[in-house]
């Protein structure tokens, strides 16, 4: 079964680092912008990051930028969320969805939540000393 797979939570103290993996599992990433979500506890789910398959052009929450880095690499089927500098209100769960087909201009985040079709389980990121 086609499935995101999503790996590399943690706990971290306060500006540490951590690197998320969203392997695509019977799932070829390549035609897909692939975004990263998160979840805290009592709040929605809201958009960190984003990139498209068809010139890797990446897109940031005003949280993430300076501190989080997306990548992809499609040789490993895998993208990737290299979080720096992290701050306790980093903690939730973290997903990875995939939206297909092309994508205007910036691929979408919080706004666009409804068009990414498939999801990963998450895993959790907890930041704390």
């Known amino acids: 079964q086609p499935q995101l797979v999503e790996s590399g939570g943690g706990l971290v103290q306060p500006g540490g680092s951590l690197r998320l993996s969203c392997a695509g599992s019977?799932?070829?990433?390549?035609?897909?912008?692939i975004a990263w979500f998160r979840q805290a506890p009592g709040k929605e789910r809201e958009g960190v990051s984003c990139?498209?398959?068809?010139?890797?052009?990446?897109n940031y929450a005003d949280s993430a930028k300076g501190r989080f880095f997306i990548s992809r690499d499609d040789a490993k089927n895998t993208v990737f969320l290299q979080m720096n500098s992290l701050k306790p209100e980093d903690t939730a769960v973290y997903y990875c969805?995939?939206?297909?087909?092309?994508?205007?201009?910036?691929?979408?985040?919080?706004?666009?939540?409804?068009?990414?079709?498939?999801w990963g389980q998450g895993t959790q990121v907890t930041v704390s000393s």
């Open positions: 969805a995939a939206l297909g087909g092309p994508v205007p201009n910036v691929c979408p985040l919080t706004v666009g939540i409804g068009r990414y079709h498939y």
């Open positions: 019977e799932f070829n990433l390549y035609y897909y912008t």
């Open positions: 990139i498209t398959y068809q010139d890797s052009s990446t």
